[in-house]
């Protein structure tokens, strides 16, 4: 049952019914409106409706207040629904930030500090709506390279000269510090080997033939198998075992 069938049923028994509520002293009357819920209408107010003819209820909304009430809304808020605190907003305006240019992401970290934002205000925005480290992408990795700690200077050489493509080649300019600086050991650190000429019973000819062999020092020839020496360069194997008996006598 339509709002409409509901005013006209009552309208109809309005007529029958007007005795009845004029003895009882009452204005209004229950109608069933079909939901299973007894409605009272007051009869008098139906009335006067009916004698204003009015059948249309508007509603008058003031559009500058709405447009206005957007606008702030959307001001108060940032990227991805985050808003820019009360205080936060009052601390930027007071350094000639504008708070919906930090939202929209134009403004990078750099920029915030050197405007003479707060260093926490600046990196709390950083965080809050992603903001860039900086636009400037040259000379950008040399000043954060300043600025990190515990870097060598290697690590802040290479940094430094990373910001464009000039690393790439073998040809840049670096300074000495990047270079391992070793001294040179003041003797030899291990003795220089006998000569194998200085054992007994081998001669300049012996040394050549054993030099064959791979035997070129007295250290060497103490060391060695007679029999594989013998056999490799045709020598009788008591010579070799001769001279390998000699070179440990002498090294020992």
């Known amino acids: 049952m339509s709002k409409n069938e509901v005013v006209s049923e009552t309208g109809a ?5 007007a005795e009845g509520d004029e003895s009882d002293g009452g204005g209004t009357e229950p109608v069933d409106i079909g939901i299973g819920i007894a409605v009272e209408i007051d ?4 009335e006067a409706v009916d004698d204003a003819d009015t059948d ?9 207040e709405l447009l206005e009430a957007d606008v ?11 808003r820019i605190e009360a205080d936060q907003r009052d601390r930027l305006e007071a350094v000639d930030v504008d708070p919906d240019a930090v939202a929209a992401k134009e403004y990078s970290y750099r920029m915030l500090l050197d405007a003479g934002v707060d260093e926490s205000d600046a990196d709390a925005l950083r965080r809050q709506f992603s903001l860039p480290w900086s636009f400037d992408g040259d000379g950008d990795l040399e000043r954060r390279s300043s600025e990190v700690r515990g870097l060598g200077d290697a690590e802040r050489e290479w ?12 040809d840049y ?6 270079a391992v600086s070793r001294e040179r050991p003041s003797e030899r650190p291990y003795p220089k080997p ?48 001769t001279w390998r008996h000699n070179a440990r006598e002498m090294l020992g």
């Open 13 to 17: 028994n309005r007529g029958s019914d």
């Open 43 to 46: 009869a008098d107010a139906l």
């Open 56 to 64: 249309v209820v508007e509603l008058e909304f003031d559009e500058a």
């Open 72 to 82: 702030a809304s959307r001001r108060d808020a940032g990227a991805d629904g985050q």
């Open 159 to 170: 940094i430094a000269v990373s910001g464009d493509e000039r690393w790439q080649s073998f």
């Open 173 to 178: 300019e670096h300074s000495p510090l990047a």
């Open 194 to 241: 006998t000569p194998v000429t200085a054992v007994t019973g081998v001669g300049p000819d012996d040394a050549d033939e054993l030099a064959e062999a791979g035997v070129r020092s007295a250290e060497r020839l103490a060391t060695v198998s007679a029999f594989a020496v013998a056999n490799a360069l045709g020598l009788d194997v008591l010579h070799v075992r």
